[in-house]
């Protein structure tokens, strides 16, 4: 299969509206990290997303919704009620944008979306390109890294080619993710809630907003089982290289490895020293991680 890239415009957005309708998958920019869509509520799409990316099927997607009212996915039937107040008062606060919420599934969301759990995750993204797309389709759209499985998000439209050529049709590029980095997933199935995976919005805005405070999950997945954290697996956004990353400035390079540094390069030019942050911000950080990871798998001697 040919994979064309296509900027973000509206006649790309109708296109990637037709492929998404007659089932195919499409990957599009997000405000965290590319994503590869496919219709949410079809069976068949699903398991097209699962395939593209060698995903275990026990490892549940993430449905993006047309709307930030939450109200309208429970009318919908994408999720189901008992849905906790602490839910409303995060989307309120937080959609669109990066929060992806766990809650009891509605009737209409297939199983395999949800690898076969009675929960689902939601969120309503913040980036312009994602909000035209979902709100031109009128759908929602399953949407996980678009990355394969296992290896380093892509936060821009040259690391989708890389990971998925061939595999899928179409890539809208909207130029670089803002965030660089995943959406917070916080369970509101726990009471109180409990943050799933780690993301953009920190623990502490999280626990400002509830006027709780909010705990980061410690479990770690077992292998091939659906658990209740279950991306949190052992291996994940890896990458190839062997590399330190660093927190504190150290002295000596050694040049059989390639080196990360959270802060500054405090005047080290040597090639293998790499700075997330020149600025100290952990905006930068974010931004910076994962394009940092690839452009040091690049480097890796084949
Ligand atoms: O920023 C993001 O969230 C990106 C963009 C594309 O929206 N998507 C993303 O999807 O990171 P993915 O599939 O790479 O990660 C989804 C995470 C996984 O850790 C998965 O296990 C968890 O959400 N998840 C999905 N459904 C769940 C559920 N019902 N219960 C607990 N965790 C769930
Ligand atoms: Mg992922």
Redesign the pocket.
Known sequence: MKTRVLPVSRESIKEACEILRRGDVVAFP???????GGLGLETAAIQKIFEAKG?PTT????L?LPSPDLQEAISAGWVTEPVPTFAFALTKHFWPG?L?L?LK?GRLVPYP???G?E???V?C?AHPA?RQLLSSLGAPLA?????RFGHI?PTDAPAVLQELNGKIPLILDGGPCP?G???T?V?L?DDPPVI??P??ISAESISESLGIKCEISTSL?QKNT???????LASHYAPQSPLYLCREPIRHFDPKYQFILFGPREGSSASNVHSLSPDHRPETVARNLYRTLRKVDSLRPT
Do not use: F, Q, W
Not at 30 to 36: C, F, I, K, N, Q
């Open positions: 997000t405000e965290t990290v590319y994503g590869l995903r490892d549940p997607l993430i993006h990066p992806t766990v599934r979306l949800t690898a759990l929960t689902v995750a969120r993204p994602a949407a996980p890294s678009a990355n998000s965030a980095i995943e959406s997933v369970s199935i799933l995976r993301g953009v997945s659906p658990s209740t954290s279950p991306g949190m």
